[in-house]
């Protein structure tokens, strides 16, 4: 190719190359989104060891230890990861998560508590599944979808202990809660948008079922319990404003 017809020949790929949106090809820009969840009682921020609280029926409680698996975090119910994520107080990292989406609109946001029926019976995991992280029950209950410990005065169990594991994958009592949530416009608007989710822990005691620590001070196995604080703590997220 001569050096005439090989500088007609770069032109016209450029022009072709810059009437591919005119063409319908329009590459729409990424954007990062932040997820930052933030662990509350009430109006107060909780705090490992170091606070007690009351809980809605006057029943003192210091927590000592709160996580839960996340999965199927979507954006408008389109998926942003097919991971499953370990959101724990007593590591602040894994509460900020980070996405790259080409979505522009971020009307809405939605996952599941709990950990996917086939992870369940899929053997050793790793990484936030490693059965090191302490939440895994056995082979045939899976694992432990949400973990709320701590002590309370009100308490009947050994050393006054609060425990309340939930997990269960199997019907009647499958565990997983999907929330969904509204995203407000200010932040919709935002460039890189920066998403606060609040879980008020209050939740797990007083929302669908009544739940008292003097009543229920454990919870160990899939059932009916542990159906009923699965059901409370879905409602215990809001998107800060």
Known sequence: MDTINKNLFLFWLLMSLA??????????????????????????????FNETYTNPFGEPITIT???????????????????????????????????????????TLSFVIGVDSL???????????????????????????????????????????????????RSPYNASRKIQLTIPTDIIKAADPVIVIDA?????????HTITIAQSPLCHQPGKLAMQLADNYSTMFTVAQ
């Open 65 to 107: 230890r709160f996580k839960y698996y996340i999965s199927h975090l979507s954006i408008n119910e389109k998926e942003l990861s097919s991971k499953t994520f370990l959101i724990n107080e007593a590591d602040s990292s894994s509460k900020t998560l980070v996405f790259t989406t080409g979505i522009t609109s971020p009307q």
């Open 200 to 208: 008020d822990l209050l939740k797990w005691f007083n929302a669908k």
């Open 119 to 169: 992870l369940n019976v899929s053997g050793v995991q790793t990484g936030a599944l490693d059965p090191l992280n302490g939440l895994f029950w056995t082979w045939n209950s899976g694992y432990i979808f949400a973990r709320m410990e701590g002590k309370s005065d009100s308490s009947h169990a050994p050393a006054h202990s609060v425990n309340w594991d939930v997990g269960g994958f």
């Open 19 to 48: 009437l591919l949106p005119v063409a319908g090809f329009i590459m729409h820009p990424t954007r990062r989104v932040t997820i930052r969840f933030r662990h509350k009682i009430g109006a107060r921020e909780m705090q490992l």
